[in-house]
């Protein structure tokens, strides 16, 4: 500081020397040589030739020239850890001793080592670039009495703790070796017992409370026992003779370590997991399924078998219905990539397949069609809230698939009746109420008769029902109204030529209930439902028209009060007889006058002169399904229904712009699609789609 000068801030001080250690540097930013952990080894031959201390002494230093960390990563979350703290499983490790902290009266009693590099096990993966390893946590050292130096391979394994709202570490630790690898021609033995000299900064002890808690788990084979002991081992320190890693280690322009060491990787890349359970998620959120089928997964890995997540429930989309049906325990695997828009997720995932070995079953074909593929899982879970509609539905379609044939028939024949049976009885054995069942007889399609007084059903009526409550897809639909005499809304609004919110209207009032239940967009309804419209058109139709009726309507008045007030009103004008004299008015017949004649047109042609304009509006829109020359057909996928969108250049902008506007809460964004099955042009929001694929 000159004389009379200000002097400088710490911090900024601080800043000052990084920003000049930096420029010394400026022209390599080889981040990548932190990237992995480099296991040099000491050769056969070297130990022969020149001696075990010698030989180990020289890779441990050479470690503290080239493994060690060249760059000041910025402060990390340490992501990696965090699928190990949620599921409880302790993580098997490697790591280089870099530096320590000594023991100090206000915040560290213990001391900690800096260990650079934190690996998986097998070395095949970097958790992350350095983490602090507080010596109060290490419960035991299975070498029983160890030193340490820096440059030193150390491996152990640990329980993950979480600290500081949101950051991961290692916490209940056992260090099973720290040394230097040797091998003939590739690291081999990891050697802890070679003689460091007067070279090493720490020396770790079992104390009586370490030799308890290790004996306890060898007993037990719980680690919980490792947890429960309050004591750790004993340690003692010596000066380092390297340097502080704050001064060796060079800045760098990084802003986290995550945008590097993610937990999910941003390439595709395909992960194993194992099948935990198929189930139904129910819920009550407002235009959303109320029933939505999931696929829970566990213990979910990379290639390198790093845990990505101890567990997962992903939506039960068709891409991973072609595994075919899979049971718990299955070991599946599928491809995907870190989600643009929600962090440490996954996006779209494809290409699933089952990779049990050796293989606990054979592929069994799985529904596309969402009614049906929840009736499956409600018929191989009958306790998830069984809605028998949806049940015998997958039975139908089973049965017609050659899928569980033997199965779904002798259930069936096991609940059929034998002899007439009462209305309770039946309604018992379909899994439905009493009220649904006197609706298919008022609409006319299930006969019944009385039987000393009491209402019966014979087996045609249960087998009648059975079609009726399997009808939850266009096939059988289709199907069971070739069997009945049936009528969906749109037909009867096309029959009886009313708008279709008027009939859907008219039947809501009437208390009519579909035959095969709300479950299914197109709605079923018997003979009945329909005369009570047929009849309404009769009786219009004979009735005269309303302009030739002419209808007087006359104030009545009282006599009395008339009388009273206005006599006049009562009073006969004096008529007076017509003068022989006076000419008689004489009647001119009115001419007729030619007009231009009206043309009469016909309902027919009234409905197409009113949607002319609107078709040839329509002509100057182009149709969203034409594939322009710049963009590429997706198919959408929402629960209920596939969709074919080109209203985008390529896959990539698809997936953004689909995941970053369904992630806005309050904001609803729409894409313009074609339905694959109804073949209609509609709008869907992006908060509905659970899969995007290109056609290709």
């Not at 056992?174 to 081999?188: C, S, Y």
């Not at 104390?207 to 308890?212: C, K, P």
């Not at 000066?239 to 945008?259: A, C, F, G, H, W």
């Amino acid at each position: 500081m000159k004389k009379g000068g200000i002097p400088m801030q710490k911090k900024k001080l601080k800043k000052l020397l990084h920003t000049r250690k930096g420029l010394q540097y400026e022209e390599k930013t080889d981040y990548e040589v932190d990237d992995r952990l480099q296991l040099n080894y000491v050769s056969i031959n070297q130990i022969k030739s020149d001696g075990m201390t010698t030989s180990f002494n020289k890779i441990r230093r050479e470690n503290t020239k080239n493994v060690l960390n060249k760059y000041n990563h910025p402060d990390s979350q340490h992501i990696r850890l965090k699928p190990y703290y949620d599921s409880g499983i302790w993580l098997h490790w490697l790591g280089v001793l870099s530096d320590l902290t000594l023991p100090n009266t206000t915040n560290n009693l213990n001391g900690e080592l800096l260990l650079d590099k934190l690996t998986t096990g097998d070395n095949k993966e970097l958790l992350d670039y350095h983490v602090w390893l507080n010596l109060k946590n290490v419960k035991y050292i299975k070498s029983q009495n160890q030193k340490l130096g820096i440059g030193d391979i150390v491996q152990g394994f640990s329980k993950i703790k979480r600290y500081n709202g949101n950051k991961y570490g290692l916490d209940t630790t056992v260090i099973e070796k720290a040394g230097i690898f040797k091998g003939v021609d590739k690291p081999d033995i990891l050697v802890s017992n070679y003689d460091r000299q007067d070279d090493w900064v720490i020396e770790i002890e079992n104390s009586t409370s370490s030799m308890r808690a290790w004996e306890n788990y060898q007993e037990s084979q719980d680690k919980t026992d490792l947890e429960k002991e309050p004591g750790h081992v004993e340690v003692r320190y010596q000066p380092s003779r390297y340097k502080k890693y704050r001064d060796r280690l060079q800045e760098t322009e990084r802003e986290t370590s995550e945008e590097v060491l993610p937990l999910i990787n941003e390439k595709e890349t395909e992960y194993h997991a194992e099948v935990e359970k198929v189930y139904i998620s129910h819920n009550n959120k407002i235009n959303q399924p109320r029933n939505q089928p999931k696929l829970q997964l566990k213990r979910i890995t990379n290639p390198h078998g790093r845990l990505i997540m101890p567990i997962v429930d992903l939506p039960y989309i068709d891409e991973a219905k072609k595994m075919g049906e899979v049971e718990p325990e299955d070991i599946v695997v599928f491809q995907s990539k870190a989600n643009d828009v929600m962090p440490n997720s996954f996006g779209y995932m494809n290409n699933f397949r089952v990779v049990t070995k050796p293989p606990k079953h054979s592929y069994i074909e799985l529904p596309e069609n969402p009614n049906t593929f929840l009736g499956y899982i409600m018929w191989i879970h009958p306790d998830e809230n069984r809605i028998p509609e949806l049940v015998l539905n997958y039975q139908t379609w089973a049965i017609s698939h050659g899928i569980h044939v033997d199965k779904i028939k002798n259930q069936l024949a096991s609940l059929a009746p034998v002899r007439p049976i009462t209305e309770s009885e039946l309604a018992e054995k379909l899994g439905i109420s009493t009220a649904r069942i006197e609706n298919a007889v008022q609409q006319g399609v299930v006969k019944t008769y009385e039987s000393n007084g009491v209402r019966m059903y014979d087996a045609n009526a249960w087998q009648t029902f059975i079609d009726l409550l399997s009808a939850q897809d266009l096939r059988s639909v289709e199907a069971v109204k070739e069997k009945y005499i049936l009528y969906s809304t749109d037909d009867i609004a096309h029959l009886v030529d009313r708008p279709l919110d008027e009939v859907r209207d008219k039947i809501r009032k009437s208390n009519y209930d579909p035959l095969n239940g709300w479950h299914y967009k197109i709605n079923l309804y018997g003979p009945n439902v329909y005369k009570m419209f047929k009849s309404r058109i009769v009786a219009k139709n004979l009735v005269p028209p309303r302009q030739r009726i002419k209808i007087q309507k006359e104030i009545p008045r009282d006599e009395n009060y008339v009388k009273k007030f206005a006599p006049e009103l009562t009073s006969k004008p004096e008529t007076k007889p017509v003068s022989p004299n006076l000419p008689v008015p004489q009647i001119v017949p009115k001419q007729e006058t030619q007009g231009v004649p009206v043309s009469i047109k016909t309902k027919a042609q009234r409905k197409e002169k009113a949607a002319a304009p609107e078709a040839k509006k329509l002509q100057n829109v182009p149709a969203v399904i034409e594939n322009k020359a710049d963009t590429i057909s997706i198919q959408v996928e929402t629960f209920d229904a596939r969709y074919v969108n080109t209203e985008f250049k390529n896959m990539s902008e698809a997936s953004h712009y689909i995941e970053s506007t369904a992630a806005q809460k309050w904001t609803n964004h729409f894409l313009h699609v074609k339905n694959c099955e109804t073949g209609k042009l509609e709008m869907i929001s992006t908060k509905a789609v659970i899969n995007v694929k290109a056609i290709e």
